[in-house]
């Protein structure tokens, strides 16, 4: 049985899971999370780059990982992602035209990119009579920090994505039966968005407000210390009846910042699809498994809002029951392994 790894190297933890592809069957081979060095993601030393391939390299052993080949995500925050809209063009003369369009784009000289793009719809398929394209652009500095981490790590780089990418692919069967979901991804510094219509990407959007962000203000709010302020969160959440509300109260500023962002893409939806409706909004990363942050969404969108479920056309062991609840952490890592 081939298998790959997923790896999603996060800000605040590292996610690993390996899948084996047989035929059509996908089963979870190894699978684990350790804490990502602190501050490490951001710097261009050379001994933090260890530190994370050091990660990495325990992770592999303590998972009993076998396949030294990986897929990586690459942070939303630091990767331009754009749906853009061009007339119906021969592959050829959309090369060039993508060019054209990516220097209005891309606020980075192009030497400095890897960039890439897909054809969504053809003009055909939209009501614009234009094509929808996913252009994709990482800076080079960024893709080489993470390949040599892997290097470091003794493992083989095979796709790099994005995060939302690979996020969608692993709610793909969960959410088979709606033509109309929006991702929300909450990780430890970013708020990651993505609305798939019909199983496309039509909307991309990357906010710098997530998990550390709440954890910052309930510490200033309510005069915690950061470590207080954290397992507050954790144990609490979004819960409106418990602490008289106190904890709803402070963390409100942040997430009111996300969830209008999350209003303006639906409204986004609602302009450029007039007779659909968004149907659902499916939570992943670290901070989706709030107490209370499920029924917080609701109640703000009135859309229905559950947490991201990987798993699903994922054969697994009886030894990786525990994971059944932590699909929202490992949405991108699954994601990652199942692109084979």
Known sequence: MESILGIDIGTHSI???????????????????????SKTLSSTVSADAEAVAFVIKQLVKETGAKSD??????????????VIEVPQLSNRELTSAIQWEAEQYIP????????????????????????????????????????T???????????AETEIIAGSRAISKSMAMVNNVMLVSIGAQTTDMTILHN???????????????????????????????EEYKKTYGLQKGLLEGKLVTAMEPIMATIMNEVKRAIA?????????????????????????????MTESVTIETQLANPWVGV????????????GPLFAVAVGLAMRS
């Open 69 to 82: 080949k990986v897929n990586i995500a690459l942070p939303e925050s630091q990767v331009f992602t754009r």
């Open 15 to 37: 996610k690993l899971i390996e899948i084996g592809h047989e035929k059509e069957v996908r089963t979870l081979l190894a699978a684990g999370s350790m804490p990502t060095p």
């Open 149 to 159: 981490m892997l290097e470091l790590a003794d493992l083989v780089p095979v796709f």
């Open 199 to 229: 199983g496309v990407i039509a909307f991309v959007r990357s906010i710098s407000a997530g998990g550390e962000a709440l954890s910052r203000s309930l510490s200033q709010s309510l005069d915690f210390t950061v470590v207080q302020a």
């Open 268 to 296: 986004f939806f609602g302009e450029k699809y007039a007779n659909e409706r968004l149907e659902a909004i499916v939570l992943s990363g670290g901070s989706a498994k709030l107490p209370g942050i499920v029924s917080y």
């Open 108 to 147: 980075l000289p192009l030497d400095q990119v890897n960039m890439d793009f897909t054809i969504l719809r053809d003009a055909k398929a939209t009501t614009t009579g234009k094509m929808e394209v996913l252009l994709i652009a990482a800076p080079k500095v960024l893709i080489e920090r993470y390949m």
């Open 315 to 326: 054969v697994k062991d009886a030894r990786f029951n525990v994971l059944s609840t932590e």
